[in-house]
């Protein structure tokens, strides 16, 4: 999928996954105002209303758990997902979907990037954790990752997938990070637009409104 300003983009849907309704109280007060019974229902409305059967859509991770692939299947739009950490080990096939669960990197210099991560990392290039998506947006280069870059828990589980995403960020010359993975927090980093769903009022939003909100693009 090409993305443009036009492709709409959100990250931890965490469809049918309890406990982030107590981990994120935003939900739950969404939920409460809203009408809705069921947040995942509120969740499929709120997406539906805003993307129709032909627009495309970046989702950034995280975007189900146990039973909610039948929320999955009622999603509209020509979707991608790179896959977020809560993704590994839980994915069903997801039909008409493309998945990216690797770093893609769609730049002239791709062999030249791909050789010196190679070099830097050796095998551990091939952390299953390690997913982003680098291209260029009208004129901006962009990662698209669900993990933030240049930022890090205190004993991150992650952080080899993490050093191989910043590091493909600095040597791809990224202006901008497109990420989800810390859902109500803000990023620590300037370069960074948190797209998880609590920031998005929980709706998948073009990515033209997002680089304009973040510096007047």
């Known amino acids: 999928m090409k993305i443009t300003l036009d492709t709409f983009v959100i990250s931890d849907t965490h469809f049918s996954h309890k406990q982030v309704l107590k981990k994120e109280p935003l939900r739950m ?8 019974a069921n947040f995942d229902e509120l969740s499929v409305s709120r997406w539906n209303e805003a993307v129709s059967t032909n627009d495309k859509v970046l ?3 995280d975007l189900y758990y146990s039973e909610g692939m039948k929320y999955i299947k009622l999603l509209n739009g020509r979707k991608t997902l790179i896959v977020g950490n809560n993704d590994i080990g839980k994915l069903a096939p997801l039909k008409d979907w493309e998945v990216i669960n690797k770093l893609k990197i769609k730049l002239d210099t791709k062999a030249n990037l ?6 830097k990392f050796g095998k551990k290039l091939k952390d299953i954790y390690a997913n982003a998506l680098v291209t260029k947006v009208a004129g901006e280069t ?9 930022e890090r828990k205190k004993n991150e589980r992650f952080s080899n997938a993490r050093d191989i ?14 990420h989800g993975h810390i859902h109500s927090r803000d990023p620590e980093d300037a370069r960074c637009i948190n797209a998880s769903t609590e920031k998005l009022n929980f709706t998948p939003t073009r990515l033209g409104d ?3 909100k973040h510096r007047g693009f």
């Open 165 to 178: 995403i910043d590091y493909l960020f600095t040597i791809s010359g990224c202006t901008i990070n497109v």
């Open 210 to 212: 997002l680089l304009a």
């Open 59 to 61: 989702h950034l991770g």
């Open 29 to 36: 007060k969404e939920l409460q105002a809203s009408g809705f």
């Open 142 to 150: 962009i990662m698209f990752s669900h993990f933030p870059v240049f």
């Open 114 to 119: 791909k050789e010196k991560l190679k070099s």
